[in-house]
């Protein structure tokens, strides 16, 4: 059962933004990304390969657990998270209303689970980069034989995501920051929020007097400052919650 109020201000919204996280995406098989360590990987640590330090150190590793998650995000489907986000999108845009998704994940799944409208804070598995000449690959097939891949200039391709220290991509982090510093509802979904800027993406969305929602099984450093913060999972919140909020 959910608080009245918030429905009511999910109904009325005039515009919402929702910012996904690692948490979204679990439902479908996905390890989070402070659990992404299973297997024969549980001995690193995910903050320490998610570096352009530990890629220039050791290139092979770091391919090889880049691929191994990009294969393995290709066996995963959308789940009922997702599904509900993309309904929501278009039960704003038939009311003419903004929604705009803004996601730290590298999975892609909002997009396979028909959203138009994806902002990618932290690039994606499945663009892989020259270091060198900068040409861009999009990498979907089997595994790779070689780590890391080369590109046709010879030089080393990386994965396209942002690892700690290096810049978001300007054109997304500058939508983000837009459609946060002015959206009447900012939901924070399955992100342990302390992963920055993304995690101030809601500190621009409290300073417009925006409401903000947390859906997350744990307790956050947001948790205490959301308007309401619901313990549970994305994927049996969100489609409960939405049909009633486009009705
Ligand atoms: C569920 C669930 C279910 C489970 N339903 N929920 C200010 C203060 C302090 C530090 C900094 C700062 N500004 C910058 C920094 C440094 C750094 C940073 O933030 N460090 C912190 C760790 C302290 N930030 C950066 O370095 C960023 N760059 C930058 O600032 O550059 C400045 C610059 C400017 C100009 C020129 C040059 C530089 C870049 C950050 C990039 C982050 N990249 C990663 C890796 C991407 C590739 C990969 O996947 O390997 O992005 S790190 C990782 O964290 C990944 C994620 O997108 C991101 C966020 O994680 P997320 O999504 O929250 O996942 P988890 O695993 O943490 O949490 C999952 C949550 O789900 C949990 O809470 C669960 O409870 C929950 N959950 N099941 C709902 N069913
Ligand atoms: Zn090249």
Same mark, same amino acid.
């Given at each position: ?12 919204? #005039? ?8 948490g979204v ?5 996905? !390890? ?20 352009? *330090? ?5 290139? *092979?590793?770091?391919?090889?657990? $880049? ?11 959308? #789940?009922?998270g ?34 138009? #409208? ?13 270091? &060198?000449?900068?040409?861009?690959? &999009?990498?979907?097939? !089997?595994?790779?034989? &070689? ?42 979904l399955g992100?342990?929020?302390?992963? $920055? !800027? ?9 300073? $417009?007097?925006? #409401?903000?929602?947390?859906i997350?099984?744990?307790?956050? !450093? ?11 999972k994305c994927g049996?919140i969100l ?9």
């Amino acid at each position: 059962m959910f608080h009245g109020e918030l429905l009511d201000l999910m109904c009325a919204a #005039n515009s919402i933004v929702a910012l996904s996280g690692a948490g979204v995406s679990a439902e479908s098989g996905i !390890p989070t990304f402070r659990d992404a360590m299973t297997g024969l990987w549980a001995r690193f640590n995910p903050e320490e390969l998610a570096t352009p *330090q530990a890629f220039a150190k050791d290139p *092979q590793l770091v391919s090889r657990w $880049y691929d191994q998650r990009r294969c393995d995000v290709l066996k995963c489907k959308p #789940n009922a998270g997702h599904i509900a986000l993309a309904r929501l999108e278009e039960t704003c845009r038939q009311k003419g209303r903004p929604f705009t998704l803004i996601t730290q994940n590298v999975d892609r799944l909002h997009r396979a689970a028909g959203l138009q #409208n994806v902002v990618e804070l932290h690039g994606n598995l499945f663009t892989w980069r020259c270091i &060198d000449c900068g040409g861009e690959a &999009d990498e979907s097939g !089997p595994a790779f034989d &070689d780590h890391p891949p080369r590109c046709e200039c010879g030089g080393l391709r990386r994965p396209g995501v942002v690892w700690f220290g290096e810049a978001l991509p300007r054109e997304a982090l500058l939508k983000a920051q837009r459609a946060s510093g002015k959206c009447a509802l900012f939901m924070s979904l399955g992100t342990s929020s302390v992963v $920055y !800027p993304a995690a101030a993406l809601v500190d621009l969305a409290l300073q $417009y007097g925006a #409401n903000v929602l947390e859906i997350n099984p744990e307790q956050t !450093p947001l948790s205490r400052r959301a308007h309401w913060s619901l313990r549970g999972k994305c994927g049996e919140i969100l489609p409960d919650l939405i049909p009633r909020a486009g009705s």
